[in-house]
């Protein structure tokens, strides 16, 4: 087979304050299609495009930020080799099974702590509810897409202070590529990470950072660039609070836009970026060219990138 | 590992009525990067953000169409392993080893012609040469593109008699997935397949044709829209001859501008699609939808879709 | 002052077969905004960013076409001029003032028949509604826009005879400019003609053709070729009857699509196109270029374009 | 006549530092055309699709900033009529004729200085060399275009003391209508003027600002959000300073990027904004509301945009 192993994004849980605000946020702004909720108060959200039930869930509570973030695989029997290759690393703590539906319409999952802090998730089944369209002569997109409209939950950026350690896990357990890294100082410590588990640039990356567990942003993915300049737009017609964009990164090349949920927690929509395969060369970025790394354009990173985390 | 097995299209080698002519057209209209030129005359392309050698061979003969379509695969054991599968299925014939540097700067190959009468290729080692930037603090594209200025090479469409055979030998051998189908009439045959090997909506294609062997198209992947309009209006200020387009797929939803090279081998230009996984579900197209299927604004094929091959 | 006399076209009074199957289309699917009915059953639309109370007037017929055109001038004292340069050139015939209120929120209109035997109007005034925005701090674009959406109606193209004459009345008395025309055979007879009394390419055109009062198509403003994709998307999506499209014109360099209303009269979108200047040189194509001049890619006319007309 | 009178800005004089670096800057990154130098050694730049001769005009000088800027009305008469004009409105000052030729291929110029203490110029005559393609059965855009490749020169925004008097010059003698403005204060003071003679948003623009004489931007007209994502790229690719962008402007609509020539020029290209009407209403921004007018994304200026002027 092609595409083994870890599949892709599955799902993320983000905290907020409140959660009527995030529901209109992530339903009215982003336009993603709320699919259910639970018996916690837990609101599953799904991208337009995903065939599987959900990616989004948010979860009210009392500080923002990440709970956890889930990897699909392609198998069950994956799904147990990866966990016992997990254990048997000696690279992540806090293992255990999740059971079958304590996540609605999900499979269970095997979840664990990585070096950085945050609580990562692997699992191998998720109901398929299609993307609105049949599976036969469909159109090319449903009716009734509003907002932002993106197709597909793409990955978070996470900061934590063991990048070693995660990066290993990703790489040496899950078999993630390193697509892109920035590194720092005479020493050439690798500062951040950018790992892909598919032909995508990315799936997940990790910033160096002397706290645990923080969370930079969950990012969406559009079309093309005449879809974030609508983003654009739609965060200022929503009185959105923007980070910054529209712009584009020098690393993966994605042309993109960073605002925040009611929450605080950071969102991003971006299109483009290169096809990545495993032999494709891992690309460098040196600190001093961090800023044209991050944002292209501007060639320094904005006071917020670094700071502003949940 | 996460991407396993047959990566990608790696290479076609197109027979054309003159050389000469033909290198313009591949470099100036597509701008496809000369790379090198062997002692049997045949000359080497490369699309820019390709890290491989080369993915275009020319070679002048005396009918125009396709040699061979060359796929890489992640490892000489994956090689040689596959080469088995493809043994052992009793689907390929023909099946022979090609030494390396037959093709310049490629290992050997495991080349078979498969059921509907192409032939095929495996191949593990490609020079990498790089996509005209460094491989730290690039930039987001090199200096001095020109003409269309594809990123890649990205799949064939191909027409030959027993696609039952081909696509059982892609997916049951090589783990090949089926993205999108057209059935036709009560008994729903199997008229065309689009096959993935990546997130790629296709990787390859066949459509059902009583003559064996045949070349509909090559194509190569844009950034957008915007860029579909660009090569639209170089075929014209180039005087090309334009077969369809710009318009979209109904099937893999790709915004598309399809034309010939000066020996009749069509090629496309294409951006857009949306990412498959393995586990999307399979489109189906019927054949009363066939015209929506393959031109989704026309909602009816042109003339030549059928009957223009090489 | 800097623009004057004849501003722009104002409206367009279209024959319609069957009036609510028009209303869907020109409501559901451009996405004009229906602002009145009148007495005598005509409905009137207004493109969002227009701030005259309406555009388009559809009236239900046994024939589809266009009843006439309507050219706003810049205040009662033009009019009345114009009104005497139209009756002393001796061009037109059949010229009638029609009373204050006859169309709905508009002043009233000198009207007569031109050369080519189309109905042309001079008017006024017409009520100002705004464009859904307010004129203090507004937004760019307003709320719950569908369809196409269109920013402007923006030109007619009208087939006729005599359009030596009728040229000759928009040009030296009505003050309009040649910015293009298509010439024929060694006489270089002037088969169309593109006039402009703005900065816009056209706002009117003119195609040599035995019939008097002949309507190509109407056409209507997007933004971008973003937005003709859009546009081709939703005329599949709507199962409207496509002409051609998404392309590119050579005549005024727009991005264009052409399709039909339910009644058969032609619409178009486009996008682009040059800023023209009273003193930017008139282009002129010759009939053997005459297909890349109306469909820059194909290179030549599609079937409909010389024969469908309503 | 429909244009009349005032034309459009035909062009601006700009004082440079570093004459060599400066015609890189024009030539090689906005990618303008070098068409004349003069016996001063002052350095003459069309945009391609302009007719004119030239549009730009660089002079080495001690300090950056504008000379003058030009605008092109329709005839002799009308320069002989509006340079009368000018002198009996009592709002300029110095004002003189400049001989013809003292601008190579340009007729004799009006000069004079505005109240917010610009040279403004007009004149009738400047030489038609065309746009790089013939008249005659032309393509829709020349060959060779490089760098960020405008089309055209489009505003210049001037900061100067006594706004209301240049206004009222622009508008009552100029026939400028003013398509929007921003006022300040319970009185509603007006800080910011966008003026125009065109169907575009605007030809000129001022801002209030304690010292006369000052220049904020020059701008060139791109055709698309596309062709702003590529300026920007360019920007960073040939390490040109950037002010701020892409982003849009609530004024205008317009899709924009602002960054500096080696001088500390600030140049804009931007793509969009609507159509204007003499009769379209003026849209007023309240100073709480200045940073959405200015910046529709950010909805707060950068710290350049009132202090970094030459
Ligand atoms: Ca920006
Ligand atoms: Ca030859
Ligand atoms: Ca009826
Ligand atoms: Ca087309
Ligand atoms: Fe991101
Ligand atoms: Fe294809
Ligand atoms: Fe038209
Ligand atoms: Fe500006």
């Known amino acids: 087979m092609a595409l083994?192993?870890?599949?892709?994004?599955?799902?993320?849980?983000?905290?907020?304050l409140d959660l009527e605000a995030a529901v209109r946020h992530y339903g009215d702004v982003l336009g993603l299609w709320e699919v259910a909720r639970d018996p916690q108060g837990?609101?599953?959200?799904?991208?337009?495009?995903?065939?599987?039930?959900?990616?989004?869930?948010?979860?009210?509570?009392?500080?923002?930020?990440?709970d956890f973030m889930?990897?699909?695989?392609?198998?069950?029997?994956?799904?147990?080799?990866?966990?016992?290759?997990?254990?048997?690393?000696?690279?992540?703590?806090?293992?255990?099974?999740?059971?079958?539906g304590e996540m609605l319409r999900t499979g269970e999952r095997f979840r664990f702590t990585v070096p950085t802090g945050h609580l990562i998730e692997l699992f191998a089944d998720k109901d398929k509810v299609g993307n609105?369209?049949?599976?036969?002569?469909?159109?090319?997109?449903?009716?009734?897409?509003?907002?932002?409209?993106?197709?597909?939950?793409?990955?978070?950026?996470?900061?934590?202070?063991?990048?070693?350690?995660?990066?290993?896990?990703?790489?040496?357990?899950?078999?993630?590529?390193?697509?892109?890294?920035?590194?720092?100082?005479p020493d050439r410590l690798q500062i951040a990470a950018f790992l892909t588990c598919s032909n995508k640039p990315h799936d997940i990356a990790f910033i160096r950072h002397p706290e645990k567990n923080k969370f930079h942003h969950a990012s969406f993915m559009l079309d093309n660039w005449g879809e974030v300049l609508k983003a654009a737009d739609i965060i200022t017609r929503k009185r959105v609070s923007l980070d910054i964009g529209p712009t584009r990164h020098g690393i993966t090349r994605g042309e993109t836009i960073y605002f925040f949920d009611p929450s605080g927690n950071r969102n991003e929509v971006f299109s483009g970026g290169y096809i990545h395969y495993p032999d494709r060369p891992t690309l460098t970025w040196t600190d001093d060219e961090l800023g044209r790394a991050i944002f292209y354009h501007d060639r320094k990173l904005n006071e917020n990138f670094l700071s502003v985390l949940t």
């Open 70 to 100: 889930g990897f699909r695989v392609d198998s069950v029997a994956t799904l147990k080799k990866l966990a016992e290759d997990v254990k048997a690393s000696g690279l992540a703590t806090d293992m255990k099974w999740v059971e079958a």
């Open 132 to 185: 609105g369209m049949p599976l036969e002569n469909p159109e090319v997109y449903p009716d009734s897409l509003k907002g932002m409209s993106p197709t597909r939950f793409d990955h978070c950026l996470l900061y934590g202070d063991d990048v070693d350690g995660t990066v290993k896990l990703f790489m040496d357990v899950l078999g993630f590529r390193l697509a892109e890294q920035v590194v720092a100082g």
């Open 4 to 16: 083994t192993g870890v599949l892709r994004p599955g799902h993320v849980q983000l905290r907020v």
């Open 42 to 66: 837990r609101v599953y959200f799904k991208a337009w495009d995903e065939h599987d039930h959900h990616s989004i869930v948010l979860r009210e509570a009392d500080t923002a930020g990440m």
